[in-house]
């Protein structure tokens, strides 16, 4: 019984040994490669990352290339809707100028005054305008001041008025023409009522 028993702890006894060894040999091993891992790595940034001039170019990048992608769906935006943007402006000129030149021939001074004044309530200044100036022209017609003309341009008017009484109210409607049909010029109440005032002035004289 003795022997058996003393047989059986010497077995348990060199187990034991031998998981230590084992043990031994493994933190061994670890040791041999511990001075090229740190216990405590330092993750931190360089300190060249950390600088704020580095920080202000990264900044100033960023927003350059926020507003290039800005200005890129600006562009892209523009090319897709300026075909109808386009063609609601054709449009919308086409039905001015039908206003104003149809029946050309026909209408009346009085005739021209009531389209403005028609214009002028429904705050549409630029038709207002264009039908004052005119109602200018067939005034000038009709006194047989100067007769109109179809190839007649607004400079060979302007010329043909620097010897009227009131130049500068005819000076006034015929910029004013000018202005609304060849220029990006709003038409406004104020502009309205210059061109109504010029118009009045030139019925008085």
């Known amino acids: 019984m003795s022997t058996g028993s003393y047989e059986k702890s010497n077995w348990a006894w060199q187990f034991q040994q031998w998981q230590k060894q084992v043990g031994e040999w493994w933190e061994l091993q ?21 600088s ?19 200005c890129w769906i600006v562009l892209q ?26 029946p050309d021939r026909t209408l009346s001074v ?12 429904q705050g549409n200044y630029r038709e207002a305008c264009l039908c004052l100036y005119r109602a200018m022209l067939q005034q000038l017609h009709d006194s047989g001041q100067v007769p109109q003309q179809p190839s007649r341009t607004d400079g060979e008017y302007l010329h043909l008025v ?15 023409h000018q202005q609304l049909c060849f220029s990006q010029t709003p038409a406004s109440r104020s502009l309205f009522e210059e061109c109504q005032q010029a118009y009045q002035q030139i019925n008085q004289g």
């Open 110 to 121: 009085a005739d021209w005054l009531t389209r403005s004044q028609n214009a002028q309530k």
């Open 162 to 176: 620097q010897q009227f009484p009131h130049k500068r109210a005819y000076q006034r409607l015929l910029m004013t």
């Open 77 to 102: 935006l523009m090319g897709r809707f300026y075909p109808y943007l386009y063609s609601w402006r054709n449009q919308l000129d086409q039905h001015s100028e039908k206003l104003t030149n149809t």
């Open 30 to 50: 670890l040791s041999r490669f511990s001075p090229d891992f740190p216990d405590s790595p330092d993750w931190s940034l360089p300190a060249w990352l950390s």
């Open 52 to 70: 704020p001039v580095l920080f202000f170019i990264a900044r100033a990048i960023f927003w350059v290339l926020i507003a290039f992608l800005v």
